[in-house]
């Protein structure tokens, strides 16, 4: 499949989603969304494929919506397919926030606007030292259409959140990981070896153990507490009858790396 707005590499057992718009920052448009979520179904359908890394191409992670596409709408038309571009941008991130396999953000770069909140629906963010990271939305009258007001605050806390969100501010990728934003700040050129790292770790995990861990963490945030832990023992106990359950305490029992098969 060939693609313009992105570039998609299977790379060991990572699938790299690269945005690959850089004379504009990568901003988003309706066609790099599209392509976006065909390769989702990619990395998706491959069982090899055991992690998703999202990136971009040049001195930009992803600087948000592409205003230019927007503004050069007819303006008879604006309203409606100003609406549908946001629908389609919605359904992407809710997509890429419940993919099946974690998916990791490697920020090389600014990130605003709607790539903040792209980075928001990602499981785990590494980013480079010179990654600047913020909302932009206040900075032009705008209000989030892909999450982040909502995702934000539950990421970071409504104190930090509403000051990323009311000043516009750009951050150093740095200032963000005692928050939580940010898991690791990788040295400059270093970035991609970082990533490729951790999916190497994930590569000997169970993709089925992974998939359900994932959705566990997902689902009991937003249960009460007693709530999420009887679906945790409902989970586990299913988990019980899988073969990468028995195959991991049989490896651990002889000794041996295990063999899993995602189910």
């Given at each position: 499949?060939?693609?313009?707005?992105?570039?998609?590499?299977?790379?060991?057992?990572?699938?790299?989603?690269?945005?690959?718009?850089?004379?504009?920052?990568?901003?988003?448009?309706?066609?790099?969304?599209?392509?976006?979520?065909?390769?989702?179904?990619?990395?998706?359908?491959?069982?090899?494929?055991?992690?998703?890394?999202?990136?971009?191409?040049?001195?930009?992670?992803?600087?948000?919506?592409?205003?230019?596409?927007?503004?050069?709408?007819?303006?008879?038309?604006?309203?409606?397919?100003?609406?549908?571009f946001l629908n389609q941008v919605m359904e992407l991130?809710?997509?890429?926030?419940?993919?099946?396999?974690?998916?990791?953000?490697?920020v090389n770069g600014l990130s605003t606007g709607g790539?903040?909140?792209?980075?928001?629906?990602?499981?785990?963010?590494?980013?480079?030292?010179?990654?600047?990271?913020?909302?932009?939305?206040?900075?032009?009258?705008?209000?989030?259409?892909?999450?982040?007001?909502?995702?934000?605050?539950?990421?970071?806390?409504?104190?930090?959140?509403?000051?990323?969100?009311?000043?516009?501010?750009?951050?150093?990728?740095?200032?963000?990981?005692?928050?939580?934003?940010?898991?690791?700040?990788?040295?400059?050129?270093?970035?991609?070896?970082?990533?490729?790292?951790?999916?190497?770790?994930?590569?000997?995990?169970?993709?089925?153990?992974?998939?359900?861990?994932?959705?566990?963490?997902?689902?009991?945030?937003?249960?009460?507490?007693?709530?999420?832990?009887?679906?945790?023992?409902?989970?586990?106990?299913?988990?019980?009858?899988?073969?990468?359950?028995?195959?991991?305490?049989?490896?651990?029992?002889?000794?041996?790396?295990?063999?899993?098969?995602?189910?």
């Open positions: 499949m060939r693609f313009e707005d992105i570039a998609y590499e299977e790379r060991g057992r990572g699938a790299w989603i690269r945005l690959n718009r850089p004379d504009a920052l990568n901003t988003i448009n309706p066609g790099l969304a599209r392509e976006f979520d065909e390769a989702l179904t990619l990395a998706e359908g491959n069982p090899d494929i055991i992690a998703v890394v999202v990136t971009g191409t040049g001195r930009a992670f992803c600087a948000g919506a592409d205003l230019k596409f927007l503004g050069d709408l007819p303006e008879e038309h604006r309203e409606r397919e100003t609406a549908n991130m809710l997509r890429l926030e419940k993919f099946p396999k974690p998916v990791i953000c490697a790539g903040t909140e792209l980075l928001l629906c990602c499981d785990l963010v590494v980013a480079s030292a010179k990654a600047q990271i913020g909302d932009g939305h206040a900075n032009f009258g705008l209000l989030p259409g892909g999450g982040a007001s909502v995702r934000l605050p539950r990421k970071i806390g409504p104190t930090r959140a509403k000051y990323l969100l009311f000043t516009g501010e750009l951050r150093p990728a740095a200032d963000l990981m005692a928050c939580g934003l940010v898991n690791e700040v990788s040295q400059d050129g270093a970035l991609e070896t970082t990533v490729d790292r951790i999916v190497d770790k994930l590569s000997s995990k169970s993709p089925l153990a992974l998939k359900q861990v994932k959705m566990l963490v997902d689902d009991g945030l937003e249960q009460p507490l007693d709530t999420a832990l009887r679906l945790e023992l409902l989970a586990s106990a299913l988990h019980n009858h899988s073969h990468d359950m028995r195959e991991g305490i049989a490896a651990f029992n002889e000794k041996r790396k295990p063999s899993f098969k995602g189910c």
